[in-house]
């Protein structure tokens, strides 16, 4: 796959980038407030590889390891404006003092450039997130109509903030459980379903077929069902637009696919994993609502069997028992305590135990990827790509895949991918860590 690409084909980052958050809540505040303030000097954007990783680019001996943000032609930080829609209608500042994120000595600085950022009415129906409401939502007599107001948003942002390009990334509350129906099957049955107000419809695929519809890059960072449907996989390939989902990694998901790919490559079995959280964010509240744990815990529970293969490796994981708890404890808010018990066996079948509590902190998981999401989908479409970007599978909980393929969960196959697509990307030599060239 070498050659038949070239940074020419690569349409160069100029001009303005609009980043548009649905949900204005933890995660978006502290990536806003994080991007903020390393423009400003006042901090460093860890966990970004966008923004600090290098590539290797040919032999190990050329000693060619550029950082990635000098290699690719992304936007640059400086170029970003941000945009939101949020059914509560507190500014970013507000809602980022609410989030309880980040110290006021972080925070108190950025009240200037935070506090001018509003969210815009949302695309709100308490059906599909019963823990939350808000007056800041729009107004209309289908659920047809409130996609082509949200539409008209984006036009109206990319028009007042002067924005060359825009990509929108789903930071809302996660909504129910919902299986595709024949309402999402095609585009037609898709909007005759919006325009009849089917309960099949949820918020979040209003906002992800506006965006399609406009031709701005998507991801979705919550496990809604949102884009994973023939209708707006189709409408995704139809319009060119690249798009990425679903539920971004942190905390337990990120251990656990650290930590499950080195347990199989040592081929030491399994007989459980017992995964427990507490946390008392607003997250945390919508997710002690039964139908949206469900969401939540479907998009958790694929990950371990992808990468154990337990049909391959019946009797190292054939009977492996795996469960995931989600608590709601406010006395602990943004940083969330993740328990994990895993129960491994070895040579003969001896038992031993690997217990990992993770005090993570959700948001600052999440902003870095909510960066690099953001910056890695321009390039994708200024690179002509379009539909559904699997290389970008390394920062989702629960990737999307294309029809007839499974996920690809373990993230050191995940980042190895993201990297070779970007040498690709740039007409350079994929990597296979061969190396026997070196001894030759
Ligand atoms: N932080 C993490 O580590 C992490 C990881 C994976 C996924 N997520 C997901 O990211 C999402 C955001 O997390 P958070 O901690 O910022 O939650 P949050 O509750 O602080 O913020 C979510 C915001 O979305 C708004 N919202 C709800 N429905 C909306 C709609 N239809 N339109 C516009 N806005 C809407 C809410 O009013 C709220 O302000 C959640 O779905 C969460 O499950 C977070």
């Known amino acids: 796959m070498n050659g038949d690409r070239s940074p020419e084909q690569i349409e160069p980052a100029d001009g303005k980038l609009g980043v548009l958050l ?28 966008t923004q600090m990783q290098t590539i290797r680019l040919g032999r190990r001996t050329d000693a060619r390891a550029p950082l990635l943000k000098d290699f690719l032609p992304l936007a640059g930080l400086d170029q970003i404006v941000f945009g939101a829609w949020d059914p509560i209608p507190d500014n970013a500042f507000a809602s980022a003092k609410v989030a309880g994120v980040l110290r006021p000595e972080d925070i108190d600085p950025l009240e200037d450039f935070m506090s001018g950022i509003e969210p815009m009415s949302a695309a ?39 924005c060359d390009r825009l990509v929108m990334i789903w930071a809302a509350s996660t909504e129910i459980f919902m299986r595709p129906t024949d309402a999402h099957a095609s585009l037609e049955a898709f909007e005759r379903a919006m325009e009849s107000n089917d309960a099949a419809i949820a918020p979040s695929m209003l906002y992800a077929w506006a965006a399609l519809q406009e031709g701005v890059p998507f991801a979705n960072g919550a496990p809604n069902l949102t884009l994973d449907i023939p209708a707006l996989l189709d409408l995704a390939a139809e319009n060119e637009v690249p798009i990425g989902g679903k539920d971004f990694k942190t905390g337990q ?68 028992y795996h469960k995931v708890r989600i608590n709601y404890y406010p006395p602990r808010g943004d940083n969330k305590e993740g328990w994990d018990n895993i129960d491994i066996f070895g040579w003969m079948g001896y038992d031993m135990q690997l217990k990992i509590d993770f005090l993570c902190r959700d948001s600052i998981l999440a902003a870095p990827i909510v960066l690099d999401l953001a910056l890695f989908l321009d390039l994708a479409q200024r690179a002509g790509l379009s539909g559904i970007q699997e290389w970008l599978s390394f920062y989702f909980k629960a990737p999307l895949v294309g029809r007839g393929l499974y996920p ?11 990297k070779n697509t970007l040498r690709w990307l740039m007409g350079e030599q994929q990597i296979t860590h061969l190396g026997v060239e070196y001894y030759d």
């Open 22 to 49: 649905v949900g204005l809540g933890a995660v978006s505040t502290t990536f806003i407030a994080g991007v903020e303030a390393t423009r400003r000097g006042r901090a460093k954007p860890f966990g970004s590889l």
């Open 124 to 162: 709100f129906d308490k059906a599909y997130v019963k823990k939350l409401d808000g007056p800041n939502v729009k107004r209309g007599a289908s659920k047809r109509e409130l996609a082509e107001q949200i539409r008209e948003d984006i036009r109206g942002f990319r028009e007042k903030n002067g």
């Open 253 to 320: 998901t990120l251990m656990k696919t650290i930590v499950a790919p080195g347990l199989k490559a040592r081929m030491l079995g399994l007989r459980g994993w017992f995964s427990t959280n507490i946390l008392g964010n607003r997250d945390g509240e919508v997710l002690d609502d039964p139908e949206s744990f469900k969401t939540k815990e479907e998009s958790k529970l694929g990950a371990l069997e992808y990468i154990l293969q337990p049909d391959m490796y019946p009797e190292l994981y054939g009977n492996m």
């Open 408 to 418: 690809e969960h373990d993230i050191f196959i995940q980042h190895w991918k993201l």
